[in-house]
Structure formats: C-alpha cells, structure tokens
C-alpha cells in the first residue's frame, strides 16, 4: 500500500520541528487525523494566530505581541542595567527568579563562522546604542557556555572596552545537588573560575 500523501506531507512538517524525528512526526500526523475536527481547526487556528500575532520587541528584541514588550514599557524597570541573550526564550529563565529589575537585549543568535553568522547578522549595533542612549551601567552577557557563546561574550565585552560599561557574564558551574565525580571539566572549570568569598 503506498503511503499517503497528505500524511507524508505533514509528517515532513512536523520533522521541521526542533527534537522531532520521522517517527514522532508520523505519529503527530496519524493522531491528527483521530481528532475531532473542532480540535483540528482550534490547532490550525492557534498555529496561524501565533505566526500573526507575536514578533521581536522594537526595543531589546523580545517575543512580544505590541510594538514593546512588558518589560521595556515597564517604567519600573532599570535601563541601566541590561542582561544580554542569544534568544528571546533565553529571556524567560530570568523572568522566573523574579529578582531581576533590569531590560533585557536580544542578539539574535551568536557568532558562528561554522554556520555563516557574522557580526552583522545580530543586533550589536543596537546594544551599543542602547548602552549610549540609556547611560548603562552594567552590561550582564548571558549568552550559553558553548565556543560561539565564549566568542560572542568576548567580542561584546571587546567593543565595549572603552565605555563607561561594567560587563560582567555570568557565573556557570555546579548545579544544587550535583556531585563532583559526574562533573564535565568544562563546568568544574567555570565553577573554579566564577568562585565566590563565603
């Protein structure tokens, strides 16, 4: 029996997904097909609202469905104070603690010769604006502990050198209840390294 090629062609697009693999996304197809029709049409509906509705924050970059996000119009924030991230899901950890007061600046990616992603490619020329324009006084790079995310930490806290900046990156290391012996050398390094007076 040959397959059909309505369920091919959704199974291609559920494996476009992040983490999704042929069979999953064969499976996302078989079960569509046992929904109700009112399910079926809300799915459609929310995936179409979703590409409609949410976009990049003017200001720092953020997931948002304004121009601005709730934390950029949010006159209670710091401006002064600003975490930078790769990406605007990276923002939500952050969000979380509920301890942090500042905004937030969204790169876009990171430095990647490997994957083609350059300077210009991410919103750097907008963070050195915001740093001018906001008077910033402190610049946290939160950007993941992987080779690009080094070098685009590296590169922001290069070019920002000579301003009235304090950069700092985040600390990285052990987490609560992990053991030593199942630490990689990468992480047991940046723990050494990020270690604090007690």
């Known amino acids: 029996m040959k397959n059909l090629k309505s369920i091919d062609r959704l199974t291609e697009a559920f494996s476009k997904l992040p983490g999704v693999g042929h ?8 079960s569509i097909l ?58 939500f950890p952050f969000e979380k603690l509920g301890t942090y007061n500042g905004v ?6 990171v430095l990647s010769a490997v994957n083609g992603v350059g300077v210009e490619d991410l919103r750097i020329n907008e963070l ?3 740093v ?12 993941n502990p992987t080779t690009e995310g080094e070098t685009t930490a590296l590169y922001i ?27 990689d050398s990468l992480t047991l390094l940046k723990s050494l390294e990020g270690r604090k007076k007690i």
């Open 157 to 183: 806290a290069k070019i920002l050198e000579n301003m009235p900046v304090n950069v700092t990156r985040i600390a990285y290391g052990l987490p609560m209840g992990g053991h030593l012996e199942y630490t």
């Open 104 to 109: 937030y600046h969204v790169l876009g990616g």
């Open 34 to 91: 046992e929904m109700n029709d009112n399910n079926v049409y809300e799915l459609s509906d929310a995936l179409k609202d979703v590409k409609e509705s949410v976009h990049h924050c003017k200001e720092c970059g953020a997931y948002c469905e304004n121009d601005i996000c709730e934390v950029c119009s949010n006159p209670d924030r710091d401006k002064t104070r600003i975490i930078v991230v790769s990406y605007p899901r990276d923002i």
């Open 132 to 143: 001018n324009r906001d008077s910033v006084k402190e610049l946290i790079i939160a950007t």
């Open 128 to 130: 050195i604006e915001k």
């Open 23 to 30: 069979k999953s996304a064969e499976k996302m197809a078989y």
